[in-house]
C-alpha cells in the first residue's frame, strides 16, 4: 500500500498531499474505483453534490477495508443552494446521500458574484463547523478579492481553496496569496485533461530524465507547488502510478521550466463571469 504524506491545515486539521478526484465516477464502476483507491492508499476523496456521486462514494468508504476515520471526505456546494438556510439544509442532505455523520472538509463549489450570497454561506458554514457537522471548512474557484471579502466580513479563514491549475494556468499570483494567509491550494484537473500537456517536450524530456510516466512529473510538480492535485482515474493501476510520485523530486529549475507552458485557463472558468449551480 502506498502512502500519501500529509500536511496540517490552517485549523489543524490534516490534509493528504494528493488525493483522488471523483468527477464522473458513477454506478457501481464508481464506488468500485473509490473502494480500490481506498485500499491502494488514498486517504482524500473530493466528490460534490453536483457530480451525483456522492452516494457511490459514500459506498465505496464502506466498501474499503480502511476505516473511515483515517479518509478525508471532501464535498461541495453547488451554486443553487447558496445562501444561510439554504447552505445547511443542502449539507445535512450530503451528508445523508453519502451516509456519513461528517463532512470532513465543506467546499463552496463556485462563488456565483452576480448572486451575491457567498458570505451568508460562508456564515452558514462556520455555523456547521462549530456544530460538529463539517470538519474543515473552505473554497473552490475563488479569487483574491473573494477571499478578502470573506475573511474581512467573518473574521474565518478558508483551510482550502481548490481552483484550476497545472502547467498551463500555474495560479502563481493566487498561490502566493495563499501561502500568506495560510491557505493549502488544491488542484483540479491537475493534469490538464484533453489538452497535448503530457506530451509537452519538457514533460516528455524531465519524465524520461526522472524515470518516471509525465502524469508523475506532472503530479510531482503540483507537490513541489504545495498544492495538492486531485486526479481522476477509475484504474486500480493508474491509480497507484497517480499517487506514487513521492520517492523523487523537482529541482528549482525543472519547475520553473514546467511552468513556462503557462497558456491561461483551458475552460473559460473565470470565478468573475462563470456561474454553476
Do not use: C
Not at 451525483?52 to 451554486?79: H, M, Q, W, Y
Not at 499517487?243 to 473559460?268: C, P, T, Y
Request: charged share 25%; net charge negative; glycine share 8%.
Amino acid at each position: 500500500m502506498l502512502t500519501i504524506p500529509e500536511v496540517t491545515l490552517n485549523d489543524g486539521h490534516r490534509f493528504a498531499e494528493l488525493g483522488l478526484g471523483t468527477y464522473g465516477l458513477r454506478a457501481e464502476e464508481g464506488v468500485v474505483a473509490v473502494a480500490s483507491a481506498i485500499d491502494s492508499g488514498y486517504r482524500l476523496l473530493d466528490t460534490a453534490l453536483n457530480y451525483e456521486n456522492e452516494a457511490e462514494v459514500g459506498e465505496g468508504i464502506r466498501r474499503s477495508s480502511v476505516d473511515r476515520d483515517e479518509l478525508i471526505v471532501t464535498t461541495k456546494l453547488p451554486g443553487r443552494h447558496h445562501g444561510y438556510r439554504e447552505t445547511i439544509a443542502s449539507a445535512r442532505a450530503s451528508l445523508t446521500e453519502l451516509g456519513l455523520d461528517r463532512i470532513d472538509l465543506y467546499l463552496i463549489h463556485w462563488p456565483n458574484p452576480r448572486v451575491d450570497k457567498y458570505v451568508d454561506t460562508w456564515k452558514a458554514m462556520i455555523h456547521l463547523r462549530d456544530e460538529g457537522l463539517l470538519g474543515s471548512i473552505g473554497v473552490s474557484n475563488f479569487t483574491i478579492g473573494m477571499l478578502d471579502r470573506l475573511v474581512d466580513e467573518t473574521g474565518v479563514v478558508p483551510a482550502v481553496n481548490q481552483v484550476e491549475l497545472h502547467p498551463y494556468f500555474p495560479q502563481e499570483q493566487l498561490r502566493a496569496y495563499h501561502a500568506a494567509h495560510g491557505i493549502r491550494t488544491e488542484s483540479w484537473s491537475p493534469l490538464a485533461r484533453r489538452s497535448e500537456l503530457l506530451d509537452e517536450p519538457i514533460v516528455q524530456e524531465l519524465a524520461e530524465v526522472h524515470r518516471v510516466t509525465p502524469s508523475q512529473l506532472v503530479l510531482r510538480w503540483h507537490v513541489e507547488l504545495a498544492s495538492t492535485p486531485i486526479p481522476k482515474s477509475a484504474d486500480p493501476e493508474r491509480q497507484r502510478e497517480n499517487a506514487d510520485v513521492f520517492g523523487f523530486s523537482l529541482g528549482a529549475e525543472e519547475v520553473a521550466a514546467i511552468s513556462a507552458l503557462e497558456r491561461g485557463r483551458l475552460w473559460d472558468g473565470d470565478p468573475e463571469s462563470h456561474e454553476e449551480f
